[in-house]
Structure formats: structure tokens, C-alpha cells
């Protein structure tokens, strides 16, 4: 049987706590299938039920952009374009006409009511709008739009030094704006997110519908300008989550301007720096518990990047892209328009004729009045370096072509023009908003730069700056991103592959296949279909979204606003439609609460259960027929007696569905007194080893069973510390307790203990012992503790009875015992020959058999019965001598004060000190008389001293006459010179040790040679009173 | 025992687990409270528990807030008593039971409220359950404290207090709600919780205080 035993000791209290039980045991064998319900879990079984929760919901989100260029009036129009739609030109925005070549805006096709260019260009005014008056508006607004999100640069003037260093930024503008865009919304929509950053400014509004169902937002500024850090360029940030669901990022911008190789770099790196540096703050998620980690840009389901990115169209001749696209714009001004200011600027620069690099019925051409069959070629830039060189070609317009074809048409204009757009040749080579940004169709044109109050007149200050998309608003879904690492990694892979069948020089052997690996950005990219700029994909898929929700993006319009006069950008707006799954608050707290449910009533239900079977033992060994609680559910060790080891078993039997690691665990008593998993006198043992084998013996012991398993313990009581037994019989102390069972994941159960403490002599007092009634210390049984009990009784004895009982039998039985060898035993193996101290040790009989009559000999005293009685018959003599002279020397011991206490022996020293030091010695006889008289003062010690040392010399004279000498009668081998020595002095030298040890009581011990003097004064003690020739000596 | 926070980028709810034990003389209705709590039932008759049952219960307080009790219901007799500091020690709340139809079972209340306002946790929050409250609404004349008195003295203890029947479940749930309410739940970081302050702009300046409300009586 393997055995393994909890310590009794004080255990570690680290395991003391419930809910902290020592975890997964060691052994792996049987790991701890516990449900165990957690944030984690919780949170996770919510969210496999978020159909039930979620509800695919639809919203537009109009996303604009303009650069204000810091004029005043600009605040004027921002209601009438962006939430109205209005000021979008018909004629220039490619609105006229559908795919189909239908009219696209209800009710608007030529609508006569519009107020005309050259009547609005007339009336502009700093503190009016200056947005076409009757104007339906072409892109959605109003209450159709559940998410407004504005950029706009240059609220204030950022060529200002001081504006740019301002440390914060002035919040007087974004104020402005604020209140002009409020005033222009629908009632019920509020501000969702602003941020300003010097001349950045981004503000994001909803509907009362969708606000409530925005969290975690989050906006954030980098600037990018001076010193690469400063606010004049950047960009402003927000991330907002929508129904709990869908993640979304708006970057409003303004990069660095210019025409230069340096600028496009540097806004390339602009970019980029805003892409690294944008943080944002950690999500909250459905329920609120925050993310771990903050966000980038990328993190999101949807991302627009918007704003003044300041690209420019490359190799191109700016006054030759303004007189093509000043073609198209004289055609806003219609008849009446010719006196305005703007349309004779216009015409007066078509008509320069040198300026022109085309022939002159291009103009005609591009009226769209006109019928003119002729065709047109015009060369662009550089024609002797072709890589640089493009040309449009412009042809007249016909009834039946396409727009798209038509090459007279606005359209293709701009789409010869579009191919020189420096962003969209940054996207296609990889070197900014290559990683799944997309673009609508651009069918409007260049937003930059016109002069302030004009419809269509480009720059025509001194710069003559070339036209340009400056303004821009991309896009990018999560899928779109996510698309765009896989390409990444896919090629990279075919490289690597590539460059492995080089190495091993297949590739000449398996040419053909080699192409399929052979790429090389450089020369491959721009014809790889898939690195071309993502224009709006017709069909957009739903796409999985961070959260796991299905969600969908498609853009709807993408217009700039032509006929808005205020800045020299026109604005621009794109509406885009998103289909997503929003989560339904109330829903998902209900489905929340009944996941919970589920979860607990699974953990509770799945909880291991073990039943514990304490093995009730009728009580033999004592007639206690105490029936006080017969129904007492813990373990009852019955009759407890002193030195007296008793079992108990008990069986925990794993009746649940789950293994079950149990242990006792460290209960927690009141101060004072010790705790540790059992009392100081209880033992534990289970019958097979614990999981944790190897841990420190001090750790706890679990034990795993499996469901149907069961495991036996041992409790084993054994009460022999004479402390315990003195507080026992005092009755400060009872042996009563309860063990703790910790269940891992379960219930504790308590197992009290219980055992009846049958009093004892041992371990008691001289003063105490002559008090004892007749019939023994068992009449205590019954006495309530202390105080009154033991002075009421009185001194009883001259000397406690349990030593003249013991010293009376031994002398008795010492006789017998020797009578009994000298018939039945071998002569020559004497147990007194072999071991001068016996029979006080040198026994015969080995150690168990002793302990069980040392038993019946105490069970005699405490219970005041003859021990002729008590021991069992077949015990002889010789058996009972030894038990009870065992017994009488651990009954000495075990005495409290002693029969020589401590301030007996000093002043017996004291008298011995004295005299050796005088150098007088007594006689044998007066020395004695000395030493009972130092006694007498305490005369039930000195009578139990006389008890003691009479019989041993009793003893000595049976086994040891004073004539018989050592060795007579041994062997005949024993040389005959081997003088024959007196036995009788050693068997005195033997008792006097053992009996000065259990009689005499010493202070804290000293030292060396002290020690050994003191002993020697000791033994001394006893030996005179051996040495007397006693009158029944012979 | 790893902090249990939640990982990653799922949704999940503001969470957060704390120990509850119950406290009270023998018979008083300490585990029917549970039973009533945990599964929605009630026994007439109950075994005693020896030992300590262990369950847990999670509630939701609103939409973004669930809190796990961690349930330890204790033997009442008083050859346990000495144990009880194992199961209180760590608790962050206790609810101390007494019979409202036996007038002694409040004075072991009381002593009960006292060892833990000595010995507990320093910032433990204690809730005083007035028990069997079916039994009064049937026979008036049963009821041996009345609630004015208990009222008063778990004002003056600074205790929650409620009036409950794990018969009837009246008072079952609102008890370890109001006790849900008043747990510090910013500090429960360790156990997997964090704030939320809500940053940028407040969507809902107006939004009903869910939190708010609170249900203690007393
Ligand atoms: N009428 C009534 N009886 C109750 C109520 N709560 C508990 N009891 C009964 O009181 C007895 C003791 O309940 P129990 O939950 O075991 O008490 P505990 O020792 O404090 O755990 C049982 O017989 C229960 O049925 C209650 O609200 N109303
Ligand atoms: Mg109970």
C-alpha cells in the first residue's frame, strides 16, 4: 500500500484560502476538465450567438473635402454643397448622363430654374453663399445621410510663421464651421468627433438615429510640416466604431504642395509619416472592456483618406492643361455669360494664338453646340522624349458616341489628362496608397486652382498655376488591405521560388514555367493588372469585418462642386452606401444574460461532486457507551487514552461526472493555536500517492479521482505529547476538530473529529497525583476542569499511589520472575547477565509487545484495578515485570514536577557543593539522612524518593546479591586469571543512572565539565540509597 | 490564478468576479437564498450543509457591466464557526442572514457583522438579509424584528439591507444586485476589469443612468 501523509504540522498557508486551491496538479494524467466560465468565454459565446443580436443595417456616409484657402465666406457655402448636394455642374461633372446615357438626377435634366454661372458669378459676395440659387442638388443629402464626415484645410491662414508655430491650435474657426455645418443639418444630428490641427480641421456628425450608436472614438493629429513635425501640414484623425461592429478611420489631410520632384517625395513621405504615426486610443468593445492594445490606421473595417493631397498632373505644361480644360468651362457661361468678368478672361486667353499647340478648330470641337466632323491632335510636353511625352487627342464630338469615347467629350479630356495624375501613378509604382486604396471615377475636374468668384476660370494670377486633383477622397476596406498583403506575400513567395530555381540551375531547363515566377516590379508593375489603381469596383463583396460581422461598402457619387465660388478649390464630396451588421443593444444584453446563464448553470452542473463514507467502528476497547450524538457525521475515535495509537478510515469516492482533485487544506483556526490541515495528534494517509509526487513534503497533497474512483484515508490519532495530555487532563483542551476536504472547483467539506480523552496519571504532578480518589484519575473523568475540582478533594496519599503501586509490584514481581527462570529459563542467558539495568531496560520482550502491556499497566493505574487483573493470564512474570518497570521509569519521566524537582535538586547540590569544596565527606549513612532530610520538606516527594530507592535496592539484592561476583557461573571458557568481580556495583551504577534521569528534575542545562560533575552528583544521590545493606538482604 | 482579462480584439462585456460569502445561524435560509439565486428554486426542505458550497452566479448590471459572484455558502452551526475566517478572508462581500420570525438569529447577525467589520477585508461590502419575509405576509403576528429596527441598524452599521423570502425569490435578486452596484468596480482591475471612460466626445449626455439608480433600501 502506498502511503502518502499530510503533514500535520502547520502547512504552508498559501493553500489556506478557498478559491485558491493549488492548482492543475502536476501529473497531467488527469487534467481538470472544470467548466470554468471566464470573461473570455463569456465574451466568446455572446458573439457565436450575434446573429441573434445584430441586425444588417444600411447607412450613407458622405465623406467631404475642401480647401478654404483661409477666405472668408467660405463657412457660407458649406451647408449648401456638402449637406445639400448643391453646386455640382451638370455640364462638367460628367452628371448629365448615366452609363446608359439617361439623365441621372431626377427632375434635373436641364432644369431651367438653376440660377445661371454668369448671374451667380455677378452676385458673389463674401457674406452670401455663393451655390447656384434654385439648385435641387444633385448628390444625396439632408436626413439620407446617416454619417457627415467634413476635412478641411486651411481654416486659417498656414503660410502664417506664426500660425504654424502656434503651440495649440486656435479653436475661433473650427467654431465657425462648426455652427455653419449645424445650421445647415436636418434637425437631431449631432457631433459625433472633431479635431483640429492648425489649419486641419475634421468634424464628423450623425444622425439621432445612428450617434447612440457610435463608441470608441478616438481622434488624433500629426503634423508633418516644418521640421517634418510641425502643424502647417498633417493630417487630423478619427476613429469612430458604428453599432458596436464596424471599425471605421477618416484621415483628413493637407500634404505638402508644389510642383517639384522634391514635393512629390516629400508628399509621399507626409503620407507615410501619418500612416506611422496616427494612434489611437484602445477599443472598447461591445460590452466595454478595453482593448489591450491602441490602434493605427489599418486596424479598421472601412478607412477614407481625404483632403488637400496636393498631387499634381506630371509633364505637364500648366497653361496648356488650362486652355483644354478652359474649352470645356466657356461652355458654363452660355450666351448670356459672355460679359462676365471670368468668361471674357477665359476667352481672351483661348484666343492667344501662340499660346495654343493646337490648331484652331480644336475650339470649335469642343463646343458641344457644334457639329464639327474635324479632328484634332494635340501634343503635350516633351514629344522628343517619349516616355515623358503623351498626347491627347481631342476629337469632335458625335451624336452617337459614347461620352466615354467621344473624343471631343469632357470625359476623355480628362481621362488623357488623368494619366499623367501623380497620385495615381504613386499608387500603381508602390510609393503611397498602394496598399488597397481606392478611388472613384474621377468625371470632374481638376478642383485646383481657379480664381476666387469664378466658375471656370484656372489661375490666372502671374503663376498660371497647371490644373490639378489636388483634392482627393480615397477609400479602403478591410479586405482591400488584407488583399493587398496576400498579393504581397504571394509574390514574394514567387520570388523566393524564383531565385531557388536559378540557384539550381533548373531554370534554363524549364524556361517556360520560369515566366510565371519572373517578376520584377519595376518593368512588371504597371502592366500587372492588379497593381493598377482600384477604381470603384463595380460590385463591392460583403467583407468580414475585425469583429467578424459581414459588411459591405460601395460608393455612389464621387463629384466635386463646380459652381461653388468661394475658394480657388472647388469642393468635393463622394457619398458612399454601407450595408453592416449593428448590434442590437437590447438584444445582445438579453442573448448576454442568457449565455451567462448557461455558463454558470454548466459550471455549477459541472462541478465534481465527491461523496465521503467515514467507516463508523464500534467502539471495543472501552465500555464508554456515550450516546449523546449518535448521529454525529464525523469521525469518532471513541476512548482516547495516553500513548494510545487508534485508526480511523474514511473513503472519498468520486460520485460526479468530472475528475475530481481533492485535499485537505490548511484550516484556519483562531489565533493560539496551530493550523496546518490536522491537528498536531492526527495523522492522514491516503492509500496511493498524490499527483504531485516530487513536490516538497511541506506542499499540499492532492489527490485526482477519476469519476467511480475512490481513495481511502487513514486517520491515524495518537496522543503521546505530555503536554497535550497535561492540557487534556486539565480539560483546557479537547480532542475535537474538523478537516477541511477542498473539492478543486467544488465545495469543502468539513469532516469533524471527535475522540474521548480518557484521563491519565501520566504527565500530572506530584501534588496532583496524591489527590487522585481512590479508584484512579478516571473519577476525574467527569469533573468539570480545573479550579474547584482538585483542592476540594483533598491530599489523599503520603505519596501518589501510581508509584507505590509500580515499586510494590515490581518488588513482588521480581521475585517471581527470578523463580520463573530459575525453572523454566537458560542460566546461563539471564536477562539481568546480559544487561546490568534490567530490568529496567535489557528487555526480553521486543517493543510492540511491551507497549501493548505497558498499556494494561497504565489502564490499572488510571482505572485503580489490580494489574494482577488487568493482565491477560498467559502473560508471565517475568513479561509483567518488564512492562511494569518500563512503565514505572516513563511514568517518572513523564511526571510534570518530578520526584526531585528542580529546586529539590539545587539545594541537594548546594549541600554536595559545599562539602566538596570543605573537602568533608559524610558517611554513607549520614549522607543518606542528609538527603532525606533536604526532601522532607516536600514529604510526598521524598516518600515516593524512599518508595523508588527501596525497591531498587530490592531489585539489586534479588538480581544481584552483594556475594555473588560478575561472571560466576559462566562459561567454562573464561580464563581462569579473569578475577572475579562484585556484580552488585554495576547493577547499582546501571539504576542509579536510569533513575536519577527519571527522578530528578534539572535546570536549563549547563555545560562540559559542569554537566558531567552534576551527573556524577546525580547518580550519586540514588547510589547511596543502594548501597545499604538492606535487613532483608540475605 | 492569471488575471483574467480578455485578449485580443473580441468583443466580450466589462467583467468582473468577486467573492461573496454568507454568513448567519444554522437555519436561517442561507443556502435557500443561493439556491433561490443560483437556480431559481426553493426546497422545503434543505439538508444542513456541512462544509461550504461553492457556486457562482453572473449577473448583468446593464449593458456593458457583468459581474461574477463567486458564491461560498457556509455552514451556519457553531462547530464551524472557527472556519469561517477561511471563507470571509478574501471575500469582497458578505451577506449576513438572519430569520426575521427568530429574534436571536439577528443578534447572531449582529456578532457575525461585527467579526467581519474586525477581521475581513477592510473595504468589504456587507449586506444584511432579513430572511423568511413569506412567513410574515401570511401571519403578521410571527415576525419577531421588525423592519424598522433592522433598518436601523444596518443604517447605522453602514450595511445594505433587504427584507427576502428564497421562498417567494421576493428581494433575491435585488439583494445581489445592490451589492453588484456598490462593488468597486474600477478596482477590480486584478480580476479583469478596466474603467471605460468614454473619450473623444459623449455620445449621450442624456443616456439614462443605468448605473445610477442603485437599489439599496437603505
Ligand atoms: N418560509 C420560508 N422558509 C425558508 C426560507 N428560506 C429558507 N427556508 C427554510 O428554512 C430552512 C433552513 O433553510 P436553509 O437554507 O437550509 O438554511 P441555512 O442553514 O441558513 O443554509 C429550510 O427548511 C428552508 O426550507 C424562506 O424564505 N421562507
Ligand atoms: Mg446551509
Known amino acids: ?1034 | 490564478m492569471s488575471s483574467r482579462v480578455s485578449t485580443g480584439a473580441r468583443p466580450g462585456a466589462r467583467f468582473a468576479q468577486f467573492k461573496l460569502v454568507l454568513l448567519g445561524e444554522s437555519a436561517v435560509g442561507k443556502s435557500s437564498l443561493v439556491l433561490r439565486f443560483v437556480k431559481d428554486q426553493f426546497d422545503d426542505y434543505r439538508e444542513s450543509t456541512i462544509g461550504a458550497a461553492f457556486l457562482t452566479q453572473t449577473i448583468s448590471l446593464d449593458d456593458a457591466t457583468t459581474v461574477k459572484f463567486e458564491i461560498w455558502d457556509t455552514a451556519g452551526q457553531e462547530r464551524y464557526k472557527s472556519l469561517a475566517p477561511m471563507y470571509y478572508r478574501n471575500a469582497n462581500c458578505a451577506v449576513v442572514v438572519y430569520d426575521i420570525t427568530q429574534a436571536s438569529s439577528l443578534d447572531k447577525a449582529k456578532s457575525w457583522v461585527k467579526e467581519l467589520q474586525r477581521q475581513a477585508n477592510e473595504n468589504i461590502i456587507i449586506a444584511l438579509a432579513g430572511n423568511k419575509s413569506d412567513l410574515v405576509a401570511e401571519h403578521p403576528d410571527k415576525r419577531a424584528i421588525t423592519t424598522a429596527d433592522a433598518e436601523a441598524y444596518a443604517r447605522e452599521a453602514g450595511l445594505l439591507f433587504f427584507e427576502t423570502s428564497a421562498k417567494t425569490a421576493e428581494n433575491v435578486r435585488e439583494l445581489f444586485t445592490a451589492i453588484a452596484r456598490k462593488l468597486p468596480l474600477e478596482q477590480a482591475g486584478n480580476r479583469g476589469m478596466r474603467a471605460n471612460p468614454r473619450q473623444g466626445v459623449d455620445l449621450r449626455p442624456e443616456a439614462p443612468g443605468t448605473q445610477g439608480g442603485g437599489a439599496c433600501n437603505c
Not at chain 1, 461598402?553 to 472647388?570: G, N, P
Open chain 1, 1 to 1034: 500500500m502506498a502511503t502518502s501523509s499530510i503533514q500535520t504540522s502547520p502547512a504552508s498557508k498559501m493553500n489556506s484560502t478557498p478559491g485558491a486551491f493549488p492548482s492543475t496538479p502536476a501529473s497531467a494524467e488527469a487534467p481538470s476538465p472544470s467548466v470554468v466560465s471566464s470573461q473570455l468565454s463569456l465574451s466568446q459565446a455572446v458573439h457565436q450567438r450575434r446573429a441573434e443580436y445584430t441586425r444588417s443595417r444600411r447607412i450613407k456616409v458622405k465623406v467631404g473635402t475642401w480647401n478654404v484657402a483661409s477666405l472668408s465666406g467660405t463657412e457660407k457655402d458649406v451647408g449648401g454643397w456638402f449637406v445639400d448636394g448643391k453646386g455640382v455642374s451638370e455640364s462638367l461633372s460628367g452628371l448629365d448622363l448615366k452609363d446608359d446615357g439617361e439623365p441621372r438626377s431626377n427632375g434635373h435634366n436641364g432644369s431651367p430654374d438653376i440660377e445661371s454661372v454668369a448671374s451667380q458669378e455677378e452676385r458673389r459676395s463674401k457674406k452670401r453663399s455663393t451655390i447656384p440659387k434654385n439648385d435641387p442638388g444633385f448628390v444625396p443629402g439632408g436626413d439620407e445621410i446617416g454619417l457627415y464626415v467634413l476635412g478641411l484645410q486651411e481654416i486659417v491662414d498656414i503660410s502664417s510663421v506664426a500660425e504654424a508655430l502656434r503651440p495649440y491650435s486656435d479653436p475661433h474657426p473650427g467654431r465657425k464651421w462648426k455652427q455653419a455645418v449645424a445650421e445647415s443639418l436636418p434637425h437631431g444630428y449631432q457631433r459625433v468627433a472633431e479635431q483640429q490641427l492648425i489649419g486641419l480641421f475634421l468634424v464628423i456628425y450623425a444622425s439621432s438615429e445612428i450617434a447612440p450608436t457610435i463608441s470608441s472614438v478616438s481622434t488624433t493629429s500629426v503634423g508633418t510640416g516644418l521640421g517634418g513635425y510641425m502643424g502647417n501640414k498633417g493630417a487630423v484623425t478619427a476613429r469612430i466604431v458604428l453599432g458596436e461592429t464596424t471599425r471605421m478611420v477618416f484621415v483628413n489631410c493637407h500634404l505638402t504642395a508644389g510642383v517639384e520632384k522634391g514635393n512629390l517625395e516629400r508628399r509621399n513621405w507626409d503620407a507615410s509619416q501619418i500612416l506611422q504615426r496616427t494612434k489611437f486610443d484602445p477599443v472598447y468593445d461591445g460590452g466595454g472592456v478595453m482593448e489591450e492594445f491602441g490602434e493605427g490606421i489599418g486596424d479598421e473595417d472601412f478607412a477614407f483618406w481625404f483632403g488637400d493631397l496636393n498631387y499634381r498632373l506630371e509633364s505637364m505644361p500648366g497653361e496648356d492643361v488650362r486652355r483644354l480644360l478652359m474649352l470645356h468651362t466657356r461652355n458654363e457661361y452660355g450666351a448670356h455669360g459672355a460679359q462676365q468678368p471670368s468668361s471674357k478672361k477665359i476667352e481672351n486667353e483661348l484666343a492667344k494664338p501662340e499660346s495654343l499647340s493646337f490648331s484652331r478648330n480644336q475650339e470649335a470641337a469642343n463646343r458641344p453646340s457644334e457639329n464639327d466632323t474635324s479632328s484634332t491632335h494635340i501634343s503635350v510636353g516633351n514629344a522628343s522624349d517619349p516616355s515623358v511625352a503623351s498626347s491627347i487627342t481631342v476629337l469632335p464630338s458625335q451624336e452617337s458616341l459614347d461620352p466615354a469615347s467621344d473624343p471631343a467629350s469632357l470625359q476623355t479630356t480628362l481621362s488623357s489628362l488623368l494619366a499623367h495624375d501623380q497620385l495615381h501613378s504613386q499608387m500603381r509604382s508602390r510609393k503611397a496608397f498602394h496598399d488597397g486604396w481606392r478611388e472613384g471615377i474621377i468625371d470632374f475636374l481638376p478642383t485646383y486652382k481657379y480664381d476666387v468668384g469664378s466658375v471656370g476660370m484656372f489661375d490666372s494670377s502671374e503663376k498660371q498655376r497647371g490644373p490639378s486633383w489636388c483634392d482627393r477622397i480615397l477609400y479602403r476596406t478591410r479586405k482591400d488591405r488584407l488583399d493587398y498583403d496576400q498579393k504581397v506575400r504571394d509574390e514574394e513567395m514567387a520570388r523566393k521560388k524564383d531565385n531557388e530555381m536559378k540557384l539550381q540551375g533548373v531554370v534554363d531547363a524549364v524556361t517556360d514555367e520560369s515566366v510565371l515566377f519572373d517578376y520584377d516590379p519595376e518593368t512588371d508593375g504597371a502592366d500587372n493588372e492588379n497593381n493598377a489603381v482600384n477604381e470603384q469596383s463595380p460590385d463591392p463583396e460583403f467583407m468580414t469585418t475585425k469583429a467578424g460581422f459581414e459588411d459591405k461598402l460601395s460608393l455612389d457619387y464621387y463629384k466635386s462642386h463646380q459652381r461653388v465660388l468661394s475658394s480657388d478649390h472647388k469642393p468635393l464630396d463622394a457619398v458612399f452606401t454601407l450595408d453592416y451588421d449593428a448590434v442590437d443593444l437590447e438584444m445582445k444584453a438579453r442573448i448576454h444574460q442568457e449565455v451567462a446563464r448557461e455558463l454558470d448553470r454548466a459550471e455549477n452542473e459541472g462541478r465534481p461532486v465527491v461523496t465521503i463514507v467515514v467507516d463508523h467502528q464500534k467502539e471495543t476497547d472501552s465500555t464508554h457507551t456515550d450516546s449523546s450524538s449518535p448521529k454525529f457525521e464525523g469521525v469518532d475515535f471513541g476512548h482516547v487514552k495516553y500513548d494510545h495509537v487508534k485508526t480511523r478510515s474514511v473513503t472519498i469516492a468520486n460520485t460526479g461526472r468530472v475528475p475530481a482533485t481533492v485535499g485537505f487544506v490548511d484550516r484556519s483556526i483562531e489565533s493560539g493555536r496551530p493550523g496546518g490541515v490536522a491537528p498536531p495528534w492526527l495523522k492522514i494517509d491516503f492509500d496511493r500517492p498524490p499527483d504531485n509526487k516530487n513536490s516538497n513534503p511541506g506542499a499540499l497533497q492532492e489527490h485526482t479521482l477519476q469519476p467511480g474512483d475512490a481513495v481511502n484515508v487513514e486517520l491515524t490519532l495518537h496522543v503521546d505529547d505530555l503536554d497535550l495530555v497535561r492540557r487534556l487532563g486539565d480539560k483546557v483542551e479537547t480532542l475535537e476538530d474538523v478537516l477541511v476536504l477542498r473539492i478543486h472547483n467544488g465545495r469543502d467539506y468539513f469532516l469533524p473529529l471527535r475522540g474521548d480523552w480518557l484521563q491519565s496519571a501520566f504527565g500530572r504532578s506530584i501534588e496532583k497525583l496524591v489527590r487522585i480518589p481512590e479508584g484512579g484519575v478516571r473519577r476525574w473523568q467527569h469533573q468539570r476542569p480545573d479550579g474547584s475540582s482538585h483542592g476540594d478533594e483533598g491530599v489523599k496519599w503520603s505519596a501518589p499511589r501510581e508509584v507505590f503501586r509500580l515499586t510494590e509490584a515490581i518488588e513482588d514481581l521480581v521475585e517471581r520472575a527470578l523463580a520463573q527462570w530459575g525453572m523454566t529459563g537458560d542460566a546461563d542467558n539471564a536477562p539481568w547477565d546480559k544487561d546490568v539495568g534490567w530490568p529496567f531496560r535489557g528487555w526480553l520482550m521486543e517493543g510492540k509487545q511491551r507497549a501493548m502491556l505497558k498499556e494494561t499497566v497504565r489502564e490499572g493505574l488510571d482505572s485503580d484495578q489490580p494489574f494482577s487483573e488487568t493482565f491477560p493470564p498467559e502473560i508471565d512474570s517475568l513479561q509483567r515485570l518488564e512492562a511494569v518497570a518500563e512503565t514505572l521509569v516513563q511514568f517518572l519521566e513523564s511526571l510534570e514536577d518530578g520526584i526531585v524537582t528542580e529546586a529539590l535538586w539545587l539545594e541537594l547540590e548546594k549541600g554536595m557543593l559545599e562539602r566538596e569544596k570543605a573537602r568533608k565527606t559524610l558517611s554513607e549513612e549520614d549522607e543518606r539522612m542528609w538527603i532525606l532530610d533536604t526532601l522532607s520538606n516536600a514529604p510526598a516527594h521524598s516518600v515516593s524518593f524512599t518508595f523508588v530507592t527501596f525497591m531498587l535496592a530490592r531489585v539489586g539484592n534479588e538480581v544481584a546479591p552483594w556475594n555473588i561476583p560478575l561472571e560466576c557461573g559462566k562459561a567454562e571458557g573464561v580464563p581462569a586469571q579473569v578475577a572475579p568481580r562484585m556484580k552488585r556495583p554495576e547493577v547499582n551504577a546501571a539504576y542509579a543512572g536510569i533513575f536519577a534521569d527519571a527522578m530528578i528534575r534539572l535546570p536549563a542545562a549547563s555545560k562540559g565539565k559542569e554537566r558531567k560533575a552534576s551527573e556524577t552528583r546525580r547518580k550519586h544521590v540514588v547510589e547511596v540509597f543502594l548501597k545499604a545493606t538492606l535487613d532483608d538482604g540475605s
